[in-house]
């Protein structure tokens, strides 16, 4: 089957940059991204896209009016489109039962819903959104139930892509996952959005499944991912205790092949909008099917990232002589990570939160993320200044907290920043990201991550 056109719903952090690089890829194919949020639309459409990712905008610009547009969703545009992602979000529940834990899917419900009456006959629906196991089976039930008309194949292709490097991830990723029902039309619907893959990714990276097996792995894959943070930053709280430094010790575990080095860094703790509500939605997956063992396991990653971002938070107020009371603190960085300005589930809101009860006066500052931090501390009690220049966030400060690696951290005049900053001045580096000995020397007390620290004290 040719696919002329495509519609996605949602069109967020994952639908926009996956159906741009779909667009870009496939010039022939006509691409449509809607949401029911038409602010969001209208960002889509102007000068300033709805979020930052590197090297979005540059696609965006080229084939926006061409074969890539942005609208807000109507029965017509559904009718026209031989295939249907749906890209919505699917947050932790924050009612009823599986509260806190179980995923919310009364957005894809409603997406089901609103496209079932217009699909034409063959469309096929793809599933983006990560979802717990078993959820394109509802989709498909919600679209087929008490009709006679043709069933709809329902795919799910689960996204594998980071913030920061989605772009990258998308053009070159590791592999492209489609999970299909096991029917003929099904392996023949997969095979239709692998040709649209196939656009540019190499086929071996292209893996078949079975639906639930593809759903499942991006639980899996996440929390495998999260896993070895917690487990890092595990051994981060030893490593103060024991005087070892966990930077050699990553260093030493990554070097073995079988482990290999990347997601070992220990900091502050992991955050975004996945890692937590996955491991959540996999523990309770897990325990609603009776393995409670399992459940446990997989809740004690997230308990393990709770408890470095309180132990951190704690140290932060224990070694300014135990009170932070009425102090301005600067913190530089309030994005999960760098480059993007998603702040969703990101450790600062936490550590800010934590600092705030302990009535210390906050100066916030990062690059891109200032509105959505603006945005998460609303309605919380205490003094927060949101401040666009770092020298101004530190001036009159008794300490400097780096929450997020931004590169541009590494620029500063930390001369200046000391010279300006309340006596004695301390450097609590959440990411071991910053030259200790060279912050020592200039006087700070350095509190880095799973290191000694570095005091005058
Ligand atoms: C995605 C995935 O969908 C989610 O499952 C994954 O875990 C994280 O990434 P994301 O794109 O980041 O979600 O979410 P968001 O940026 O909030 O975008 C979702 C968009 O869908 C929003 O713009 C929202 O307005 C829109 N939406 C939501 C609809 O168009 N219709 C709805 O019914 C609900
Ligand atoms: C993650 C997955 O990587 C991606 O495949 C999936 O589709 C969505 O979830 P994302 O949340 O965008 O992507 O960011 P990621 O780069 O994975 O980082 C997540 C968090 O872990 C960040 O807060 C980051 O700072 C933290 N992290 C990462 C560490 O603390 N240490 C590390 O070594 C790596």
New binding site residues.
């Given amino acids: 089957m040719e696919i002329k056109k495509i519609i996605c719903i949602g069109a967020g952090y994952v639908g926009g940059p996956t159906m741009a690089v779909i667009a870009d890829r496939c010039p022939e194919i006509g691409v449509t991204v809607v949401d029911i949020n038409p602010e969001r639309i209208a960002q889509w459409n102007s000068d300033k896209l709805p979020i930052y990712e590197p090297g979005l905008e540059e696609i965006v610009l080229r084939c926006r009016g061409r074969n890539l547009f942005f609208k807000t969703a109507s029965p017509e545009l559904i009718a026209e489109a031989d295939m249907v992602f749906v890209s919505v979000n699917t947050p932790t529940k924050t009612f009823g039962e599986g509260e806190g834990r179980a995923a919310d899917l009364q957005y894809l419900e409603k997406s089901a819903r609103f496209i079932r009456p217009h699909l034409k006959p063959g469309a096929i629906v793809v599933e983006k959104s990560t979802v717990p196991v078993k959820t394109a089976e509802a989709i498909s039930t919600i679209l087929h139930f008490e009709s006679q008309g043709p069933r709809h194949p329902v795919l799910s292709n689960p ?6 490097t989605a772009i990258r991830d998308l053009e070159e990723p590791d592999r492209v996952l489609i999970g299909c029902e096991q029917t003929p039309e099904g392996q023949l619907a997969a095979q239709a959005l692998a040709d649209v893959y196939a656009h540019w990714v190499p086929r071996e990276r292209i893996l078949l499944t079975n639906v639930w097996s593809s759903e499942l792995s991006k639980l899996a ?2 929390a495998m ?1 999260a896993q070895r ?1 917690s487990s890092i930053n595990s051994i981060s709280a030893l490593c103060e205790a024991t005087r070892a430094d966990v930077g050699e010790i990553s260093r030493a575990v990554g070097l073995d092949n079988r482990i290999g080095p990347q ?3 220990a ?1 502050i ?7 937590r509500k996955d491991l959540l939605n996999l523990s309770y997956i897990c325990e609603h099917e009776g393995l409670l063992e399992v459940a446990a396991y997989w809740k004690g990653v997230v308990a393990m990232n709770d408890f470095q971002i309180e132990r951190y938070t704690r140290k932060i107020v224990s070694s300014q002589f135990n009170t932070v009371a009425a102090k301005k603190i600067a913190i530089f960085g309030f994005a ?2 760098p480059g993007t300005d998603d702040t969703r589930d990101a450790p600062a809101i936490q550590v800010c939160q934590g600092l705030l009860r302990e009535q210390a006066r906050l100066a916030i500052h990062d690059p891109k993320a200032l509105e959505n931090a603006r945005y998460d501390l609303k309605g919380v009690e205490g003094e927060v200044a949101f401040e666009p220049d770092p020298y101004k966030a530190a001036e009159g400060s008794h300490a400097i907290v780096l929450l997020t690696h931004w590169p541009e951290y590494r620029k500063l005049d930390f001369q200046r920043l000391y010279e300006s900053m309340e006596k004695p001045s301390f450097f609590f580096d959440g990411r071991n990201w910053l030259d200790h000995a060279a912050l020592h020397r200039i006087g700070f007390n350095v509190y880095p991550i799973g290191k000694e620290s570095l005091s005058h004290i």
């Fill in positions: 996204e594998f892509l980071a913030e920061g894959a996440n991912l943070i997601f070992l860094e900091g703790g992991f955050g975004g909008s996945c890692f999960y990570k």
